[in-house]
């Protein structure tokens, strides 16, 4: 593909416009990385030259997209007005027609929205036919499990998880100050389902919730069917026993207060047991927040 082809992958929507990065944009880049660098890197590496290295890759098998605010939305002083970067990148044409999508949203436009209404527009590039888009049929995103910002982005948007990828990435722990391989959760979208709806069924199982009487049983189904799971609820302390045995990589939330003894029997039958109350957020039935309590749970699942 071609620069001038490039040019015509823009989106337009009513707070911000999405566009290739061109070579103007290294110094607005590398002061919005560098200003946003203790936020991002609590679970991406930062580097605010980068940019430089993706512009000489920019090709049909790799584009990155600036989201930026357009002038009513943006902040007073940012003459720039960058909201966030989106790399589509190990784009495979054929019969797979895919690519993979890492970004980063860019301080001070985190939590005005902004960030997702131009992903919603990178997304749309992606799947849409050339000359004006991409012309691929499906997008996929790999998170961090635990970065549950980044996760509730992505099914806010209809993207589903497909598959929990094990030690896929050798990371610095912003957290934590070690290196090591972490897991991450696979996400994806195809043309067919674009534009999604949000929150849609996610694809993987999670495995079984067994709950005790303690926490309401909407809570409970609504959660699980977030994670992709099946969930029992108001059953006894020996049910419980053995679905954690018997069943495939079970999850029991011990609603009431087991006692000591009742909970490490479950952990030597190979669940994952958590608190009912961490669940209480979900009562509403608000899809948003049921997809923010699974996925403060998913770090517990793996």
Known sequence: ???????LLVA???RVHVSVATGGDIAPYRE???????????WNPVNPDDLVHHL????????????????????????????????????????????????NAFDPYVGTGLFREGMALVVGTVLRQAPHGMGLHRLEANVRIGNDTSAGLLRS?????????????????????????FDHDSFAVTREEWPAAPHAANDLPTGVIVCGSGTPAAAVFAVARELGGVALVDVPFDA????????AAPVVWSADGDAEA???????????VARGDDI????????????????????RLV
């Not at 940012?78 to 797979?96: I, M, S």
């Not at 948007?157 to 391989?181: N, P």
């Open 1 to 7: 593909m071609s620069e001038d082809d490039g040019r």
């Open 12 to 14: 337009d929507g009513e």
């Open 32 to 42: 919005a990385m560098t200003r946003s660098a203790s936020r991002i890197g609590r």
């Open 56 to 103: 000489a890759a920019q090709s049909a098998t790799h584009r990155t997209f600036l989201i930026r605010a357009k002038d009513a939305a943006r902040v007073a002083g940012d003459e720039a007005g960058l909201v966030g970067c989106v790399n589509v990148t190990n784009v495979v044409h054929g019969r797979f027609m895919s690519a993979t999508m890492g970004y």
């Open 157 to 181: 948007l209809g993207f589903r998880r497909e598959r929990t990828m094990r030690r896929m990435l050798w990371l610095a722990d912003g957290l934590g100050g070690r290196s090591a391989w």
């Open 240 to 247: 419980a026993l053995t679905t954690a045995r018997y069943a």
């Open 262 to 272: 009742a909970h490490d029997a479950l952990l030597r039958a190979g669940a994952t």
């Open 280 to 299: 209480v957020a979900s009562i509403s039935g608000n899809p948003a927040d049921v997809t923010r309590a699974a996925l403060r749970l998913r770090p």
